[in-house]
């Protein structure tokens, strides 16, 4: 089974800051799909940004943006210009393109944001 | 939008009940999913569905089975519930490809 690895337990910045969240995989397939997703204290959990294996350009969606290095299997979040809002648990999570059902999900990185 | 909605955000029963969590879909996805989220350790796939009474066994299994009569509606079910099952239970649907989509949660809390 793949593995997911965040070695990240908790993080914090300082608003309008920029951070970066860590994620690396383990994995012998060559195409997949990775994600980030956001859960905010007792709310629901949402995707924030995601990432084709086979398509080189990072990924970005606003303030969100990847690091994507697939020889070094990792995938990182960077998150530019801090908000409160951005305060949560941050899971990276992957799966096959192939087998296609079954996620794999990091144990998360809970990200505070001082003001 | 897809939306994933859980029957209850927070349950609390006693040992030995039977217990029913239930989650209902509106996007037609194939694929549904039971996770149990505990501090430090992620989420823990439980069981999921990729068709109409079609199940497999995610990584901790034991003690839960699921049902899933209809496409739109997985249940899972604690057969005997016990105090080591006090936890977060996450339900999520997925179409084929696609990220996940998530429901509420349910915490429950077994006395």
């Known amino acids: 089974a793949q593995t997911v690895t965040q070695s990240q337990p908790e993080m914090s910045v300082q608003e309008a800051e920029t951070v970066t969240l860590s994620c690396t995989y383990d994995t012998s397939e060559s195409d997949y799909y990775l994600f980030w997703y956001k859960q905010p204290p007792s709310r629901q959990m949402i995707l924030v940004i995601r990432?084709?294996?086979?398509?080189?350009q990072n990924a970005t969606e606003n303030r969100f943006s990847v690091n994507f290095q697939k020889a070094a299997k990792s995938f990182s979040l960077k998150i530019s210009d801090s908000q409160l809002g951005d305060a949560a648990m941050y899971f990276c999570a992957y799966r096959s393109a192939l087998t296609g059902n079954q996620f794999y999900f990091g144990t998360g990185t809970s990200l505070t944001v001082i003001p | 939008d897809v939306k994933v909605t859980q029957s209850s955000r927070y349950l609390v029963k006693r040992t030995g009940e039977k217990v029913f969590l239930e989650c209902v879909q509106d996007m037609d996805h194939e694929n549904m999913f039971w996770y149990r989220q505990d501090p430090g350790l992620g989420l823990r796939l439980i069981y999921f569905?990729?068709?109409?009474?079609?199940?497999e066994k995610g990584d901790i299994p034991e003690g839960y089975s699921v049902s899933r009569e209809k496409k739109e509606r997985f249940s899972l079910i604690l057969e005997s519930a016990s105090t080591n099952q006090t936890s977060m239970y996450l339900c999520?649907?997925?179409?084929?490809?696609?990220?996940?989509?998530f429901g509420d949660g349910t915490r429950l809390s077994i006395l």
């Open positions: 999520a649907s997925t179409a084929p490809r696609g990220p996940q989509h």
């Open positions: 569905s990729y068709d109409v009474k079609m199940k």
């Open positions: 990432q084709e294996a086979y398509k080189q």
